[in-house]
Structure formats: structure tokens, C-alpha cells
């Protein structure tokens, strides 16, 4: 089994930051493997922002240059670092380990 439990999100004015962190616990886990960030809107599929894993860290175009991934192996953290924040970007973000593991989400606001 697979615990994740993502904290971090808030409401932020457009161009503001906000960095979001996935705790992860559980004799299945394995901070080296593959750890993505997701998120969705109501009314939307859920939508894949961002992956760390062995062959380093990946982004959709529509976060690419403003938000980073990274992971402390010893803590068993993926953090999720995001700067010049839209409003679109709005959303609940989920942090997934595969193949089945989600966390209960973290609702980002980025509003004026």
C-alpha cells in the first residue's frame, strides 16, 4: 500500500507563488520511481502537470518555465514549486504514484 497526502494550496493573486508538497508513506513506495503532480478543474478531466522519476523531470507546455518538481529522498517529499501563477491554473491538484496510488488532493485558487 501507498499513502500520499498533498498539503500546500491556497488562494494567490495572479504572478504569485505557491509550492505545493506530496507526502508519501507506505511499504509499496519508492521515492525513486516515478511520482507525478495532476489537476482538475469541475467538469474537466483530470489533467497531468508534471512527473519526477528516473529520467528526470518532465512538465506539460502548459506549466513548462514556470513550475518545478522536485523530490527529497530522504523525507519522502515531492514538492511542486509554482511561479507566475494564472488564473487558469486554478484547480485541485493530486499527487499519483502508479499504477492505482492518488492523494485526496490540495485546491489551488489563483485569483485577483
Known amino acids: 500500500q501507498v499513502q500520499l497526502v498533498e498539503s500546500g494550496g491556497g488562494l494567490v493573486q495572479p504572478g504569485g507563488s505557491l509550492r505545493l508538497t506530496c507526502a508519501a508513506s507506505?511499504?509499496?513506495?519508492?521515492?525513486?520511481?516515478?511520482v507525478s503532480w495532476y489537476r482538475q478543474v469541475p467538469g474537466k478531466q483530470r489533467e497531468w502537470v508534471a512527473s519526477?522519476?528516473?529520467?528526470?523531470?518532465r512538465y506539460s507546455d502548459a506549466v513548462e518555465g514556470r513550475f518545478t518538481i522536485s523530490r527529497d529522498i530522504r523525507a519522502k517529499l515531492v514538492h511542486l514549486q509554482m511561479d507566475s501563477l494564472r488564473t487558469e491554473d486554478t484547480g485541485v491538484y493530486f499527487c499519483?504514484?502508479?499504477?492505482?496510488?492518488w492523494g485526496q488532493g490540495t485546491q489551488v485558487t489563483v485569483s485577483s
Open positions: 519526477i522519476g528516473g529520467g528526470g523531470p
Open positions: 507506505g511499504p509499496h513506495f519508492a521515492i525513486a520511481g516515478l
Open positions: 499519483y504514484y502508479p499504477p492505482r496510488y
